[in-house]
Nanobody, 120 residues
Framework: QVQLVESGGGLVPAGGSLRLSCAASGRAFSNYAVGWFRQAPGKERKFVATIMNNGAYTHSADSVRFTISRDNAKHTVYLHMNNLKPEDTAVYSC???????????????WGQGTQVTVSS
């Protein structure tokens, strides 16, 4: 079992930045790839970014504005978000799985999510 807890969300003006954290506990965190997803009200969950278990590979849906990193010593994955737009408003969730993927169903463990609201 892996437990994930997201933090760092909040209200930010358009053009601002946030860093989300995904803290893990439980089984060896460094064995798992981690992905970030977001879901706006009434919309389906969408892929944001993913990182391999050792950090050697990353992929982002918007590599200009969103980057993902991890510190396995701290059991934490980060999502760095810059130049935020109102359409980025959503609940952001992290998930752990066996391998990197853009598909939510490929991840086994999920956090509860953190709300990000971008004001215009």
């Amino acid at each position: 079992q892996v437990q994930l807890v997201e933090s760092g969300g909040g209200l930010v003006p358009a053009g601002g930045s946030l860093r989300l954290s995904c803290a893990a506990s439980g089984r060896a965190f460094s064995n798992y790839a981690v992905g970030w997803f977001r879901q706006a009200p009434g919309k389906e969950r969408k892929f944001v970014a993913t990182i391999m278990n050792n950090g050697a590979y990353t992929h982002s849906a918007d590599s200009v504005r969103f980057t993902i990193s991890r510190d396995n010593a701290k059991h934490t994955v980060y999502l760095h978000m810059n130049n935020l737009k109102p359409e980025d408003t959503a609940v952001y969730s992290c998930a752990a799985g066996e391998y990197v993927s853009t598909t939510p169903a490929h991840y086994t463990y999920w956090g509860q999510g953190t709300q990000v609201t971008v004001s215009s």
